[in-house]
């Protein structure tokens, strides 16, 4: 299996500009969970879904982001508009179901925000 | 409500020697506790895990770690360091059903020659 694949693996943007950052789940994974990392706050889960359906979206910052997961092998994180402060690597992840199980973690999109 | 601690940020051992990452944690259910490791420029990948049985677990590379409950403690080690371990090294813990994972803040491994 290829593994999470995400795109872009670096953006680079103006502030107000609209982004973009999309995820493929490991083929058959029925969670897929968004993460952010900054040096300043670490590891951060935005939200996560379960069988495409928005399970918690308690860790997304503010309403200039939103998440879709529009079928089982695609899902976007969008920011609108985008700021300086959202500077960060985004993670998109994925998991078999089962809470036992292993999250598999994509290589990261890389934004910063001019 | 679950958390996780990691003591240390940076940890510096010598090529050869012991390496030893702290973790502690806490749940108000049955844990299950995972490291994670990620190298420069990629994404995080699991060492190893501990779900239920033997408190002692395996990972990759040459990593183990040891659940103890009555420490609420899940420290990570290896016995003798190599400079490809140099990486960050995350704790994460789940509670119980839940889905959702916590990490701590990370330490970074420095391996020196």
């Known amino acids: 299996d290829a593994g999470v694949i995400q795109s872009p693996r670096h953006e680079v943007t103006e502030m107000g500009q609209e982004v973009t950052l999309r995820c493929k789940p490991i083929s058959g994974h029925d969670y897929l969970f968004w993460y952010r990392q900054t040096m300043m706050r670490g590891l951060e889960l935005l939200i996560y879904?379960?069988?495409?359906?928005?399970?918690?979206d308690s860790g997304m910052p503010e309403d200039r982001f939103s998440a879709k997961m529009p079928n089982a092998s695609f899902s976007t994180l969008k920011i609108q508009p985008s700021e300086p402060r959202d500077s960060a690597v985004y993670f998109c992840?994925?998991?078999?179901?089962?809470?036992?199980?292993?999250?598999?973690f994509g290589p990261g999109t890389r934004l910063l925000v001019l | 409500a679950q958390s996780v601690t990691q003591l240390g940020s940076h940890v510096s051992v010598s090529e050869g020697a012991l390496v030893l990452l702290r973790c502690n944690y806490s749940s108000s259910v049955p844990p299950y506790l995972f490291w994670y490791v990620q190298y420069p420029n990629q994404g995080l990948q699991l060492l190893l895990k501990?779900?239920?049985?033997?408190?002692l677990v395996k990972g990759i590379n040459g990593f183990e770690a040891e659940f103890k409950k009555s420490e609420t403690s899940f420290h990570l080690t290896k016995p003798s360091a190599h400079m490809s371990d140099a990486a960050e090294y995350f704790c994460a813990v789940k509670g119980g059903t839940a889905s959702k994972l916590t990490f701590g803040t990370g330490t970074r491994l420095q391996v020196t020659l």
């Open positions: 992840a994925s998991s078999p179901g089962g809470f036992k199980e292993t999250q598999y």
């Open positions: 501990y779900t239920t049985g033997a408190t």
């Open positions: 879904f379960n069988n495409n359906v928005p399970i918690d």
